[in-house]
């Protein structure tokens, strides 16, 4: 009845949807918004590697696609918004 997969299209289009609408109100934000998401998913993503190699903790494989999702989505949104405005902020 349920599909048991992580939802990972939908919480990236939800992310999305988050990120433009703040990059569109306050671009300032959004920008170190973007910087922390992507940050803390890499340390984490990294952590989770070394743990992994270490001592096997069976993460399940949705893990490792949810983190590289959170630490380029961020990054390109910035990057075309970015872009969009080329690359005068008002901050």
Do not use: H
């Not at 939802?7 to 671009?27: A, G, H, M, R």
């Amino acid at each position: 009845m349920f599909d048991k997969r992580f939802p990972i299209i939908e919480i990236s289009i939800s992310v999305s949807f988050i990120l433009c609408l703040l990059w569109i109100v306050n671009d300032y934000l959004a920008f170190l918004l973007s910087i922390l998401i992507s940050s803390i998913s890499c340390i984490l993503l990294f952590i989770s590697f070394i743990t992994e190699r270490l001592e096997k903790s069976n993460l399940p494989s949705w893990y490792y696609q949810f983190m590289w999702i959170l630490i380029v989505l961020p990054l390109l949104i910035g990057i075309l918004f970015a872009f969009i405005n080329n690359f005068q902020f008002s901050w």
